[in-house]
Structure formats: C-alpha cells, structure tokens
C-alpha cells in the first residue's frame, strides 16, 4: 500500500468509530510501531487531522467531526498533484485583468493545498518554469467580451483583421467555444456573414459589441467534426492525408509527439520515422514541415510537395540575390 493510500485509510478507519485501539490500526494497515508513529505526526502537524488518544476509551479517534475538514492532500495522485503546481504556476504568470481580483480565493485555496503536501508555493515559483513561445499581445477587453458572449450564449458583433488578405471586415459571430493553442486565444465561431462555422484570432478582433441576440446553436460533435479534425488550428474537415519522412536523427524527437489524434507513424527498417496526418488547410502544416529543413521529406500528396517545392525555391532565390 502506498503512503498516499494507507494515511486516507486512516481516516475511513476512524471514521464511525468511537476510538480504534492502536493493535487494530497496526494489524488493519499491517504496518509497524515505527511507522505508525511517523503517520500519526503526519497526520496531526502537516495535514491538520485532529487525531486523539482517548484514555477512557483505550484507542484513537478524530477529536473534533468537522464537515468542512478533509485531507486536502490526500484527495490526489501524483498527475493531479502536478496539475496542482501547474495550475499555482500559471495564475502566478497571468496577465493582470483577465480574471484579475476573482483569482486571488483561489490562489490562497491552492497555496493552503500545496502546503499541506510539505510544498512551498515560492519554492515552486522558483523550481517550475512555463515558457511561451509566440504568444501574441491581446486586448484583454476584447478577450473579456468574447469570452462573455461564448459562455452566455449571446451573438457578438466585431471587426475581424484577416492577416492573410491584410483586411478589416465587420461580423456579427455567434461564438461556440474558445481554444487555447499554442499560447494563443481561438473563438470557434458560426460567421453570419459567411454562413459557415470559422476560427478566429482573438487578438485579431477588434470592435467587439454584445448584441442582445441568443447565439446560433450547434451541436459540440458537430463542431468538433468541422473544426478539429484536421490538422493545427485550421482543422475543419479533413481534405487529404499528409505523408512526411523524417532523418534518422531527428526521428528520435518526433516519434514521440503527436502531430494529431488520428495519426499514423511506423519506424522504418532504416531508421527513419514516416508519419502521416489528415489536414484540411496547409498552412500551419508547411510551416512545420519547413522548421525541419533538410531533416525532413513531404512524400505525398503531390499538391503538398509542390507547395514545399515553392517555398524552398522561393526561400533559395532571397538568399542567392544576397
């Protein structure tokens, strides 16, 4: 039995129980003297568990049954006590604004938590480090408003920056569901402008106004067939299967990462690693085969390599001019 087991085994032990002499506890848990001692300080100065010694009863009991008490640490495994300490960790990084005053509760629920575990919240300040990379700066009323629309069901009328086209359009959305990718804020969104479900950058929207109109509703399978089924961020239905090869060196890395749910990767006889994805737009997926370089071959579909072709010459021409 690990530790985490055998101290909440104490307290279903006592639980009930008027006291519970210590033979019992020790023939229950099957542990020793030894150890018993050391949960019982565990127990009583690190995670606050009234535990008693009743001489009239002759055994243990918990002194006072408060309904509110429990044994926050023991409540979580080792993955949730990570998700704990990355949780702490990114409220600490927070932009100040996006939720601000209504976090601080939560922050002080959380640091009680990690103490109760013998862990110092500026200890893991210090130990624990989240790096971004391409985060882009984001209007944190628009982000508000967005995110107020999509949770209250409210259609939203913005101005949306295409940085492909370089062009401001007006919409009214009707948001379904945000998505945090890559640092970065999404709303997937019905456009009743183009009459379609669409993604959007966040920080690309400007204008925002909560119009007092419910929003176009869908169905979550659905919108998760029309917008993530592909690859990155651009995942709207599935138009064709990307079949890319990787060096033997750099398959070492890539073998273990998932590109996307549905993926197909095989380890070839000579040790190269062959990985094929379903995507919907190229976009994202060229600049992610290019990172690569020449780590990295597209084998199908021909559009795909025609497009790699294009911009490994157009990239070649840049630096030859120079």
């Known amino acids: 039995m690990s530790e985490i087991d055998r101290l909440y085994s104490y307290r279903t032990l006592l639980t009930g129980r008027r006291a519970v002499p210590r033979h019992e506890i020790l023939s229950k848990l099957e542990i020793s003297l030894a150890t018993f001692k050391r949960d019982l300080a565990k127990l009583r100065d690190r995670l606050n568990i009234p535990i008693v010694f009743d001489r009239d009863l002759g055994g243990y009991k918990l002194e006072v049954a408060d309904s509110r008490e429990e044994l926050p640490g023991l409540w979580f495994s080792q993955e949730e006590i990570l998700a704990l300490l990355t949780i702490q960790n990114m409220i ?8 601000g005053p209504k976090l601080k509760p939560l922050q002080k629920r ?33 982000f508000e408003i967005v995110a107020k629309a999509t949770l209250e069901r409210l259609q939203l009328k913005v101005t ?7 062009e401001s359009v007006q919409r009214v959305i009707s948001p379904q569901q945000l998505v945090h990718y890559r640092d970065n804020w999404y709303v997937d969104a019905w456009c009743h402008l183009r009459h379609g479900l669409r993604s959007f950058s966040v920080d690309a929207l400007t204008d925002c106004e909560l119009l007092d109109l419910e929003a176009k509703e869908f169905d979550p ?12 961020i651009f995942g709207g239905r599935v138009k064709d299967w990307a079949k890319i ?7 070492r890395w890539v073998q273990h990462e998932e590109w996307h ?4 990767g095989s380890i070839n006889k000579d040790g190269t690693y ?9 976009r994202e997926l060229v600049g992610d085969i290019l990172k690569y370089g020449s ?10 390599v025609k497009l790699i072709k294009d911009h490994l010459s157009g990239a070649i021409n840049k630096y030859s001019k120079n």
């Open 221 to 232: 399978e659905m919108v998760r067939e029309s917008m993530q089924s592909g690859y990155g």
């Open 261 to 264: 749910p549905d993926q197909i």
């Open 110 to 142: 959380l640091d009680e938590m990690l103490n109760s575990q013998g862990l110092s919240s500026q200890t893991l300040a210090q130990r624990v480090k989240l790096v971004h990379a391409g985060k882009r700066r984001l209007q944190l009323k628009s």
């Open 295 to 304: 780590d990295v071959s597209v084998i199908s579909p021909s559009s795909l």
């Open 92 to 99: 600490g990084q927070l932009e100040p604004g996006i939720l």
């Open 160 to 166: 949306h920056f295409n940085r492909q086209s370089g």
């Open 245 to 251: 090869t990787f060096n033997v060196e750099r398959a």
């Open 274 to 282: 062959t990985l094929e994805i379903p995507y919907s737009d190229e």
